[in-house]
């Protein structure tokens, strides 16, 4: 699978953005998709993820009930909504892809796209 990640930019605290990423020569293999995030000077973090069969979620605790994952099978699509945004929101925003179910884990996810830059000023 390639990634590619689109839709970070400036924004003001509390403002809304949505990220993209396109999953292109998705195989079954493609289980589960995942945004992670890394500040600057810190290491990569989970953020959501979603499976592509079904409607399986999972969120890290500071971004539930601000954050949305969602999916286009068809168009092989994963969105990240990210409501009410906070500065501590800010870093690069990475999608990725792994074979596995229910794991948050950097490691287990083979496939990153190329990484989208959100910037939340206060």
């Known amino acids: 699978v390639q990634l590619q990640a689109s839709g970070g930019g400036l924004v003001q605290a509390g403002s809304s953005l949505r990220l993209s990423c396109l999953a292109s020569?998705?195989?079954?293999?493609?289980?589960?998709m995942g945004w992670f995030r890394q500040a600057p000077g810190k290491e990569r973090a989970f953020v959501a993820a979603i499976t592509w069969r079904g409607t399986s979620t999972d969120y890290e605790e500071s971004v539930k009930g601000r954050f949305t994952i969602s999916k286009d099978n068809a168009k092989n699509l994963v969105f990240l909504q990210m409501n009410s945004l906070k500065p501590k929101d800010t870093g690069v925003y990475y999608c990725?892809?792994?074979?596995?179910?229910?794991?948050?884990?950097?490691?287990?996810?083979?496939?990153w796209g190329q990484g989208t830059l959100v910037t939340v000023s206060s």
């Open positions: 020569a998705r195989t079954y293999r493609d289980v589960t």
């Open positions: 990725a892809s792994t074979s596995q179910y229910g794991t948050r884990w950097v490691g287990d996810f083979g496939s």
